[in-house]
C-alpha cells in the first residue's frame, strides 16, 4: 500500500453501511390519546439502527467525510469519548471498513455497552466517574494531542458539523416524508445536539411554523444516559439561537414514568432518554396542540443490566 493512501472507497462505505437510518415511525395513541389532547405523536425508532442507537447515523456521516478528507489513512485508529451509543456506533462501523477505534467513557457505563463495544473489536479506556462525560473527552484529547494526527483521526462528536449534517439530510427527511410533513411540534433533548439542531433546522426550512422544543433534565443529577446537563451547542452552520422555539423541563421520575409506559403500554424496549422525550412532550400539550414528533433515541436491552430496569 502507498504511503498516505486511503484504502478507503467512498461508495463502499455508503454501501456496506446502507442498513444505517431509513427507521420506522409510530403512532404512540396509547400514551397520548388524541381523543382527549387532542394532539398526536409520533416516534422515530431509532433503536432499529443496526448499532442500536441514533449515534449510527453521525458517526458514519463523521467517518465517510474523514476518508474522503483523507484524515483517516491506512493506519489511522478513530479516537474519541463516548457514553456508549457514538462509541458502539464507531466501533460497529469500525469492524465494517477495518478500521481501529479506541474509546474513552466512564467506568460506570452500562456493562452491556462494555461487552458491546468490545465484541466489535474496540479499545475500550474506562475514566473516572466521578470525572463525568468531561474526564473522558479530556482524557482522549490527550492522547489524540500525544499521538498526533498521523495516528488518529478524533471525531469530536461535539464540535464535528457532520453531526447534525446526518440527521439534516436523513432523519429529518425521513420524518418528512413519514408524516406527510404533517408536524407542528419536534420535539427532543440534548447531547451533543446533533440531532435538535440537524432536524430542527431542516424541519423549519420545510415550514417556518414548525417549533423545535428542547427537552431539558431539571437537575444535574437526572442520571439519563445520552444527555448532558451543561450542554454547549457548538457546529458550524447551525445556529442554535434560530432553530431552538422553547424549552421543556423534565424531571427523573416522571420520564421514569413514560419510560414504564413506553415498554409496557406500546410494546417498544427503548431506553431512558426515549422515556424523557416522550414525558417532555406530555408535558408540553398541557402548552401547545398539533402533531408532535420526537424519536426514541436507542433500544432498551443495553440498558438490562442497570438500575432502569431493574424494579421495572
Ligand atoms: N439519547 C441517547 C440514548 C443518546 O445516546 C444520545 C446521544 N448522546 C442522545 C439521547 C442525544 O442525542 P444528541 O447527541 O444528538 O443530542
Known amino acids: 500500500m502507498e504511503k498516505n493512501k486511503t484504502s478507503f472507497n ?15 415511525i409510530v403512532l404512540l395513541n396509547k400514551i397520548i390519546k388524541t381523543s382527549s389532547h387532542g394532539s398526536k405523536l409520533y416516534a422515530k425508532l431509532e433503536g432499529l439502527n443496526p448499532g442500536g442507537s441514533v449515534k449510527d447515523r453521525p458517526a458514519l456521516y ?12 491506512e493506519n489511522t485508529s478513530i479516537i ?23 474509546i474513552y467513557a466512564p467506568s460506570n457505563m452500562s456493562e452491556e455497552r462494555k461487552k458491546i463495544m468490545r465484541l466489535y473489536g ?20 490527550e492522547e489524540y494531542e500525544r499521538g498526533g494526527k498521523d495516528k488518529y483521526y478524533m ?59 428542547a427537552v431539558v433534565p431539571d437537575s444535574e443529577m437526572h442520571g439519563i444516559e445520552g444527555w448532558k446537563y451543561n450542554y454547549s451547542l457548538n457546529f458550524y452552520g447551525f445556529d442554535a439561537d434560530k432553530i431552538i422555539d422553547d424549552f421543556v423541563k423534565v424531571d427523573t421520575e416522571g420520564s421514569y414514568a413514560a419510560l414504564k409506559k413506553l415498554v409496557k403500554d406500546e410494546g417498544i424496549l427503548c ?27 436507542d433500544t432498551g436491552s443495553r440498558y438490562l443490566s442497570t438500575r432502569v430496569f431493574s424494579e421495572f
Open 80 to 102: 474519541d469519548s463516548s457514553s456508549g451509543n457514538t462509541g458502539i456506533s464507531y466501533a460497529m462501523i469500525g469492524a465494517l471498513l477495518g478500521i481501529k477505534v479506541k
Open 271 to 297: 431506553g431512558f432518554s426515549s422515556g424523557a422525550n416522550v414525558y417532555g412532550i406530555l408535558k408540553l400539550t398541557a402548552k401547545y396542540k398539533g402533531n408532535f414528533v420526537t424519536v426514541l433515541p
Open 62 to 73: 463523521m467517518i465517510k467525510n474523514a476518508v474522503e478528507k483523507g484524515l483517516i489513512k
Open 122 to 141: 474496540a479499545e475500550l479506556v474506562l475514566t473516572p466517574p466521578e470525572e463525568s462525560h468531561d474526564g473522558a473527552i479530556k482524557r482522549a484529547s
Open 155 to 213: 471525531p469530536d462528536q461535539y464540535n464535528n458539523t457532520y453531526n447534525p449534517i446526518s440527521h439534516y439530510e436523513t432523519t429529518a427527511v425521513e420524518i418528512l416524508k413519514q408524516t406527510g410533513g404533517n408536524i407542528d411540534y419536534f420535539a427532543t433533548g440534548i447531547g451533543t445536539g446533533g440531532t435538535i439542531l440537524g432536524v430542527g433546522k431542516r424541519l423549519k426550512e420545510y415550514n417556518d411554523k414548525i417549533k423545535i422544543i
Open 10 to 24: 467512498i461508495s463502499d462505505i455508503f454501501n456496506s453501511a446502507s442498513n444505517i437510518g431509513g427507521t420506522g
